[in-house]
């Protein structure tokens, strides 16, 4: 998998440029002793753009629609969890096995349900998330609806608002290299195809069943990463909200209502859609937050088919073109 | 190069192909014809992977590849167009045409993959469309760029389904030229499926005919079209006798 990804390192192009100025900036944000509101909801930020960045790996860039990310999210948040609790193992040490878990869990249902294509997929995927939450409800070392109390970071609350705002920060610019990443190597070039037409990408020598599993395995290990953070964060934890399918759910709007076919795109999704929700449930009435949320889905559904990033993809080449365009068109008229 | 032996697929109570054998020789340009539904299109999809028969074998270059997946198919060197056409629509000509030349038998990188793609493209004529989206091509474009696509892979068979179907006379002309082309150039041996019998007959060396998933025919294009069984399958009983 690691062969496939690792393409030609060129010299930074602006938008990477871009991407590590805004990273350093947001990295900076703690010098300015921000209140532990705004620490938390840029964690929240920075989590659910990871998660819909992760997501689009399968989802976005290989067509598969995933309803069921939750599954990979709390199968991680547990694994670091109950190492936590049960043998004292810092979260911080034990998270790559929490992504390893999520990715080995993915092997495991992606083989049969990756043959599965269009809603038969999603809908499996959906019925896995709500699986894996009646399973963490019953099994006993999870202790149930009861939950898991875990040990604090021994810091100050606001030291550790900080700790955890930065490794989220950090996971969410990891997510989104590998993603940019991708489009710039033959893996990326693959998945494409299989969005496109997984038949004729076949001819073309694409194993596509291997290629989509890889794509699975990848994008569920780093939702499982986010998830081994998020349960220490929390430092409680509980299957109700970690498998919930209403996080599945968010993150796909996201990654759509961004632009699922970029790899900014899911990032733009996440954090337009924090903030119009955070605004909505602390500043107007009640609900507002919900119906304002649905009809900017449904707008950008309908008009937007590929999301928000689509209009700028449209804009630009346009407005290059254009100007490419003109000293013909000047010819034309002079004949 | 290619040897069908015995080769039988059956979809539910109907029986597509029954006992085909058939050989090609490497260099060959051989076209394959029959009336609609003889089996021409199914036989394409068990020589390319996208089914396996339900009885005998697929030889191609002394491997028995009976049963392989499409894509193991393509990377030994087989490529095929489709009758309907199908490209990537939401890429442009380019992008469609680097997938085959990353995943075929080509280029290691996407760099590399994207200069033999202009190439090829450069070669079947759609230089000027290169960066278009495949969806916005006309339909002889789109042939063109499943010409390319096939091409990509660096195949030695490539199986041609209808590439002439729906162009108009100056497009087929445009099209055999093309045909010769690549045999010229990279000496492919080619498998043509095709309707437009007149194009067939100046372009192919042997033709096989098959009817109701049944080979009736197979020999020189004058041969053929002057066997009359081969005359009752496509006009009827009447015009063989007179």
Not at chain 2, 65 to 89: D, E, K, N
Request: glycine share 10%; charged share 15%.
């Amino acid at each position: 998998m690691w062969r496939v990804l690792s393409g030609s390192f060129a010299l930074p192009t602006p938008d990477v440029m871009l991407g590590i100025g805004l990273a350093l900036v947001c990295a900076a944000v703690p010098l300015a002793t921000p209140s532990a509101y705004a620490l938390s909801f840029l964690f929240t930020v920075f989590m659910y753009g990871a998660l819909a960045g992760s997501w689009n790996i399968i989802g976005g860039y290989a067509g598969y629609l995933s309803f069921g990310h939750a599954a990979f999210f709390g199968l991680g948040a547990y694994t670091t969890a109950l190492l936590l609790f049960y043998f004292g193992w810092s979260p911080f040490l034990t998270l790559p096995l929490a992504g390893a878990v999520a990715a080995l869990f993915a092997a495991l249902v992606g083989y049969p349900c990756l043959r599965l294509r269009g809603p038969y997929f999603s809908l499996v995927t959906l019925i896995l998330g709500l699986a894996m939450y009646s399973l963490a409800l019953n099994l006993p070392f999870t202790q149930g609806s009861t939950g898991l109390f875990l040990p604090f970071l021994k810091v100050d609350v606001y030291t550790s608002h900080i700790i955890f705002y930065e490794i989220m920060l950090a996971l969410l610019v990891i997510v989104t290299a590998v993603l940019r990443q991708i489009t710039h190597t033959k893996m990326g070039v693959g998945l494409a195809a299989i969005r496109e037409d997984e038949d004729a990408a076949g001819t073309l020598g694409v194993d596509a069943t291997r290629l989509k599993l890889q794509a699975f395995m990848l994008s569920a290990f780093l939702t499982g990463l986010v998830g081994g953070v998020y349960s220490y964060y929390k430092s409680y934890l509980d299957p109700s909200f970690v498998f919930a399918t209403s996080i599945s759910i968010t993150i796909v709007l996201m990654a759509l209502f961004g632009g699922r076919l970029t790899w900014y795109g899911p990032l733009v999704g996440a954090v337009t859609l924090s903030v119009v929700n955070e605004v909505l449930t602390t500043q107007a009435p009640p609900q507002t937050a919900r119906i304002v949320f649905g009809a900017l889905l449904i707008g950008v559904i309908m008009f937007l088919p590929d999301g928000l990033m689509s209009i700028a993809q449209r804009l630009l080449p346009t407005l290059v073109m254009r100007r490419a365009q003109h000293p013909a068109a000047r010819d034309e008229t002079a004949l | 190069m290619l040897k069908g032996i015995n080769i039988t697929k059956r979809f539910g109570g109907v029986t597509a192909l029954r006992n085909v054998s058939f050989s090609v020789n490497a260099g060959e340009l051989v076209g394959l014809i029959g009336p609609n539904g003889s089996g021409k299109s199914t036989l394409f999809s068990v020589i390319s992977g996208f089914f396996p028969p339900d009885d005998g074998a697929v030889v191609f270059e002394g491997r028995d590849i009976t049963g392989y997946p499409s894509h193991a198919v393509a990377r030994l060197g087989i490529a095929r167009t489709f009758q309907i056409v199908r490209p990537f629509t939401g890429m442009t000509v380019v992008e469609n045409v680097r997938v085959g030349a990353l995943y075929g038998r080509g280029e290691r990188n996407v760099a590399a993959a994207d200069r033999r793609a202009r190439e090829l493209i450069e070669f079947v004529g759609l230089g000027q469309h290169a960066d278009t989206l495949a969806r916005n091509l006309t339909l002889a474009e789109k042939k063109r760029l499943e010409i390319a696509r096939a091409l990509s892979i660096q195949p030695r068979l490539l199986l041609l389904d209808e590439v002439f179907a729906g162009l108009n006379p100056a497009e087929v002309r445009g099209a055999i030229d093309l045909i010769a082309r690549i045999r010229r150039e990279f000496g492919v041996t080619i498998i043509m499926v095709e309707h437009v019998l007149k194009a067939l007959m100046e372009t192919c060396e042997r033709v096989i005919v098959l009817s109701y998933g049944e080979k009736i025919a197979e020999g020189a294009p004058a041969e053929i079209a002057a066997d009359p069984h081969v005359i009752s399958v496509y006009l009827g009983k009447a015009y063989a006798a007179g």
